[in-house]
T-cell receptor, first 116, second 110 residues
Framework: SAVISQKPSRDICQRGTSLTIQCQVD?????MFWYRQQPGQSLTLIAT?????????ESGFVIDKFPISRPNLTFSTLTVSNMSPEDSSIYLC?????????????FGEGSRLTVL | GENVEQHPSTLSVQEGDSAVIKCTYS??????FPWYKQELGKGPQLIID?????GEKKDQRIAVTLNKTAKHFSLHITETQPEDSAVYFC?????????FGTGTRLLVSP
């Protein structure tokens, strides 16, 4: 299994501002995934972040709104830009398990953002 | 793309009863079916999974069954305990990613 740490765990933000969420993993991983979980809803994949290349965004999510960095194999950041109340959600970082566990995802505790 | 439906959305049981949550999916090529438990204020945690070459898998009080022909799979929890109270999500592999169901809020009353 992987241990994933996210910062901040929660924050209250003002409309129009941006916030960067950090994700640190205790082992080197090829792909890191960012999910959004709106209040009382399921998990929706925002993008997949590979080290050394541009992130791949899912339909409905764009780089200008959710820029992602992946500077090395254990760290990634997700920025939520120009926030509005609709961006109030839990943002989750996840990674796949080790070799032989294709599809098995481990999640961080999430970053709960409230936009006023 | 893959479409995953999960039922029921909420489930209330008495301690000691069994609970069953069902998911249906659309893509017959899907081959990995995990279940996640999310407790309040925490990230989802994998509790059991099954791959398409297996029809059933059990781990103590929890089990998952898969019917690939009908494209549905179910989570079974026996002898439920209050600490089983949480939101449960099924998921299905789409193209190189997991697609999650809508979630079931399970409440186990003492």
């Amino acid at each position: 299994s992987a241990v994933i740490s996210q910062k901040p765990s929660r924050d209250i933000c003002q409309r129009g501002t941006s916030l960067t969420i950090q994700c640190q993993v205790d082992s080197q991983v090829t792909m890191m995934f960012w999910y959004r979980q709106q209040p009382g809803q399921s998990l929706t994949l925002i993008a997949t972040a590979n080290q050394g290349s541009e992130a791949t965004y899912e339909s409905g999510f764009v780089i200008d709104k959710f820029p992602i960095s992946r500077p090395n194999l254990t760290f990634s950041t997700l920025t939520v830009s120009n926030m509005s109340p609709e961006d109030s959600s839990i943002y989750l970082c996840s990674v796949e398990g080790g070799q032989g566990t294709t599809g098995e995802l481990f999640f961080g505790e999430g970053s709960r953002l409230t936009v006023l | 793309g893959e479409n995953v439906e999960q039922h029921p959305s909420t489930l209330s049981v008495q301690e000691g009863d069994s609970a069953v949550i069902k998911c249906t999916y659309s893509d017959s090529a899907s081959n990995y079916f995990p279940w996640y438990k999310q407790e309040l204020g925490k990230g989802p945690q994998l509790i059991i999974d099954i791959r398409s070459n297996v029809g059933e898998k059990k781990d103590q009080r929890i089990a998952v069954t898969l019917n690939k022909t009908a494209k549905h799979f179910s989570l079974h929890i026996t002898e439920t305990q209050p600490e089983d109270s949480a939101v449960y999500f099924c998921a299905v592999t789409g193209f190189q990613k997991l697609v999650f169901g809508t979630g079931t809020r399970l409440l186990v009353s003492p």
